[in-house]
């Protein structure tokens, strides 16, 4: 797999604990966000460092949606989310990577479509309540019958 050793998501994926992590693929890495408090937000990260899915391979941008759909569906069926919010920007971290957030009616409306970009990022969530979600992800996707 082709890793950039100054790219903070390469790093991640070699050196750290894999605790958060929700599901891997061949190609991807799914791990709950550590940048906010919002319950069920996670990311989906390529294994190869490229900028987007321009640079990945047919195989990877067929099974990148499926993943999408299966990591929706799992981030619903946790929160019960009216809306899941995709974004990839790719600036602050150019390694491809999307954040997928459930937008639940508990949100204020401040932080709703766009006003998600303001939402803190700190506090993120407490080890524990993280351990917690992850669990709850796992044992959903270990129990559901649709997978990719
Ligand atoms: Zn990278």
Partial sequence: MTKDTQCLICKRQEDEPERDIILTTDAFVVRHSRETNIFGYLVIESR????????????????????LKQVMSLIRKLTGAERIYTFSLGEAVPHFHVHVIPRTDSLP?????RGIMSYPVEPGLKEEQMEEVCKSLRYILKTSPTKP
């Fill in 109 to 113: 409306r401040y932080y709703r479509g």
């Fill in 48 to 67: 190869r460092h490229i900028l987007d899915l321009t640079e990945g391979t047919e195989e990877e941008a067929v099974s990148y949606g499926s993943l």
